[in-house]
T-cell receptor, first 117, second 113 residues
């Protein structure tokens, strides 16, 4: 299985709602990532988990809360979002430790299209 | 610090003609370089990668790229464009000698019939 899956594909939520995005991979990868992508822009890194521990938070607002329950799963909990948070949220995974050379290839999921009303 | 510049934000070609998407990078060490493709409302798919082996890298769907250290370039080419190649293409370099990625701004490839 060489796939990263994400659910849901689309999500519409109000500013007072609480929702979660889910990501799963079964490639034995030990690094997992959340990216945010606005229209016509490259992905922006939000969080990195390495061996189930949060290793990088790119100064993301606390209304986004990541969670890594095990080595195959990655969640992103959403609460009190703003309309400007509407974007495509991409999950990715890669092999190895974060400092390994030549381990940079990341496998991306199809994304969750989030709309905040 | 690492950076990636994609020299064209939009490229338009006719079907059956060659494709050239240009990418220049800067890095303080020997980087790994990638080209990813993103079709509308889809995730990113790896086209090819350079990791200090052969400088001419062949990827999927007939794409290839040549790493030129003297020019700090990693341009993507394809001999003959197909309608299905219309998409957004990102040139990417590893950040800080690890597996963090720095993305270029993207090039939108349009293919005319």
């Amino acid at each position: 299985d060489t796939e990263v899956t994400q659910t849901p594909k689309h999500l519409v939520m109000g500013m007072t709602n609480k929702k979660s995005l889910k990501c799963e991979q079964h490639m034995g990868h030990r690094a997992m990532y959340w990216y945010k992508q606005k229209a016509k822009k490259p992905p922006e890194l939000m969080f990195v988990y390495s061996y189930e521990k949060l290793s990088i938070n790119e100064s993301v607002p606390s209304r986004f809360s990541p969670e890594c329950p095990n080595s195959s799963l990655l969640n992103l909990h959403l609460h009190a979002l703003q309309p400007e948070d509407s974007a495509l949220y991409l999950c990715a995974s890669s092999r190895g430790r974060i400092r390994d050379l030549n381990e940079g290839e990341q496998f991306f999921g199809p994304g969750t299209r989030l709309t905040v009303l | 610090a690492q950076s990636v510049t994609q020299l064209d934000s939009h490229v338009s070609v006719s079907e059956g003609t060659p494709v050239l998407l240009r990418c220049n990078y800067s890095s303080s060490y020997s980087p790994s370089l990638f080209w990813y493709v993103q079709h509308p409302n889809k995730g990113l798919q790896l086209l090819l990668k350079y990791t200090s082996a052969a400088t001419l890298v062949k990827g999927i769907n007939g794409f290839e790229a040549e790493f030129k250290k003297s020019e700090t370039s990693f341009h993507l080419t394809k001999p003959s464009a197909h309608m299905s190649d219309a998409a957004e293409y990102f040139c990417v370099v590893t950040r800080n000698a690890g597996n963090m990625l720095t993305f270029g701004g993207g090039t939108r490839l349009m293919v005319k019939p």
